[in-house]
């Protein structure tokens, strides 16, 4: 059974609030995790992944892109036409997610977060752990 227009929307924006949450969950996590030696928050691909999601945000906003899941999300909806109203949790995160700011005050708030993210990766290096050999 395929997904309605409106329903694949409302998933997308689900996905969007959980890379949102992955994203001020390591801003906050990392320095705390330090101060409470949390090994998880030196975890090489966590941080690496954490890292490079924020650089894709910064980078399209500094192009004057919207996010790409924002573009989909948009798509579906206005397929679904005005009868597909979304469900009222979709449009309390709407306006969590969506603030009607000029472009380039996300751009500058984007590289900002960017930059103290990447502080973070000096100030809290990750460690890759090494792999443990068995001997034959």
């Excluded at 996010?67 to 005005?82: E, H, K, S, V, Y």
């Amino acid at each position: 059974m395929a997904l309605s227009p409106g329903t694949a929307a409302t998933l997308i924006l689900l996905a969007h609030l959980a890379v949102v949450a992955f994203n001020v969950f390591g801003l906050v996590a990392i320095p705390i995790g330090k101060w409470l030696r949390w090994d998880f928050v030196r975890g090489f691909w966590w941080r690496f992944a954490h890292v490079l999601s924020l650089a894709v945000v910064a980078l399209q906003a500094v192009l004057g892109r919207a996010c790409f899941l924002t573009i989909w999300q948009n798509a579906l909806r206005t397929d679904a036409g005005p009868s597909d109203v979304p469900p009222m949790i979709a449009t309390w995160i709407n306006s969590v997610l969506y603030w009607s700011l000029p472009l380039w005050m996300f751009a500058a708030g984007y590289v900002a977060v960017l930059l103290y993210a990447l502080m973070l990766w000096r100030w809290v290096p990750p460690r890759i752990r090494a792999t443990e050999r068995v001997s034959a």
